[in-house]
């Protein structure tokens, strides 16, 4: 099995080629972000020779689990959230749980508190059933702040939200009034 340091690389090759640079390897992806896994792993070895199909799944698998940031899907791969390229991954809206949580920083919010939550370089906002990974994400930059989000009345009241995976949730935007600030 391949060594933790080299998954981590792959990882961050995978999301970068996935979530924002598709085209700079010649890959094409589906309306739902997905690309050939056989594709994925050539462009790979363009700087890592010795990726096979078997670390791309290990990756999936190994690291960071919890966040879940890829799918395998019989033979083809995507990032399940954080894209930034210009044409949009399609989800299917979905009804969200009561409560989802917002990691941030400290210097975010008064921005937020003005704004709500907006997808800034992304394509989504990201959120999660998770507290504790929410907190983890936003200390990525800083002094991590909770935010909560009740997303069932945000919801009701026309918000669409999409399940990227068992953790993480997105939405297009997340005005103020739907937001504590926990």
Sequence with gaps: MADTKLLRRVSKQMAYLLRHAPEQAGLQLDPEGYVSLDELVDALRQDMPGVTADTV????????????RYAIQGDAVRANYGHSIADRIALTPLEPPPTLFHGTTQDALAEIHERGLLPMQRQYVHLTTDRQLAISVGSRHGTACLLEVSAKPAHAEGIAFYKANSAFWLADAVPSRFIRWA
Excluded: G, L, R
Aim: aromatic residues 0%.
């Design 57 to 68: 799944k290990a990756v999936v698998a190994q690291v960071e689990p919890h966040k879940q």
